[in-house]
């Protein structure tokens, strides 16, 4: 399979622990998303990386969010002190650098759903 | 700001009946605009886009997109529905910056 794959598909933890989500996008490409989608909401755009770079972050990622992609390939979502609002899923996606309107076509992993008790 | 609206939180059709879901777009600009189904425990899928050229856009799985600049539309479509259609979906805009934004989406229910 060489889509876009998201480890763990479910978490949960109990408020005040951290978690860590890992995304590993289609081989080929160099743009990695994150997202966050809670119940009846369309996805909501949290940050960005260009190989490695970090080139945008939403105002919705607060101080406790950070993402990481250290070599340009796979990146991770940490969340420290979680809270009950936290509680969502947790896309990832993925998408070509194309000189093209191409680079609009974003490829979505199934996401990881956290529970927060 | 790029926005996209979806005024139906739900349709319902019976299988075999045309099918529109409907989207209105608020752009600043020329607009990007995307058409993406969310199927149960699955990642969203791509359907199709429309960045320039013919206002009938056409799409995976038998479905089209209507992209009509006047009334700021961008309603998705499809001749014939199957119950397998039955999904979310999500009608998205580009902001320019290779971001894309969502709208709340619409559930779709197919009746046999």
């Known amino acids: 399979d060489t889509g876009v794959s998201q480890d763990p598909r479910h978490k949960i933890t109990k408020r005040g622990q951290n978690v860590t989500f890992r995304c590993d996008p289609i081989?080929?490409?160099?743009?990695l998303y994150w997202y966050r989608q809670t119940l009846g909401q369309g996805p909501e755009f949290l940050t960005y990386f260009q190989n490695e770079a970090q080139l945008e972050k939403s105002r919705l990622l607060s101080d406790r969010f950070s993402a990481e992609r250290p070599k340009g390939s796979f990146s991770t979502l940490e969340i420290q002190r979680t809270e009950q609002g936290d509680s969502a899923m947790y896309l990832c996606?993925?998408?070509?650098?194309?000189?093209?309107?191409?680079?609009?076509?974003?490829?979505f992993g199934p996401g990881t759903r956290l529970t927060v008790t | 700001a790029q926005s996209v609206a979806q005024p139906e939180d739900q349709v319902n059709v019976a299988e075999g009946n045309p099918l529109t879901v409907k989207c209105t777009y608020s752009v600043s600009g020329n607009p990007y605009l995307f058409w993406y189904v969310q199927y149960p425990n699955r990642g969203l899928q791509f359907l199709l886009k429309y960045i320039t050229g013919d206002n009938l856009v056409k799409g995976s799985y038998g479905f089209e997109a209507e992209f009509n600049k006047s009334q700021t539309s961008f309603h998705l479509k499809k001749p014939s529905a199957l119950v397998s259609d039955s999904a979310l979906y999500f009608c998205a805009v580009g902001d320019g910056d290779d971001k894309i934004i969502f709208g709340k989406g619409t559930r779709l229910h197919i009746l046999p």
């Open positions: 996606a993925s998408s070509p650098r194309a000189l093209d309107d191409s680079k609009y076509e974003q490829y």
């Open positions: 081989s080929e490409h160099n743009r």
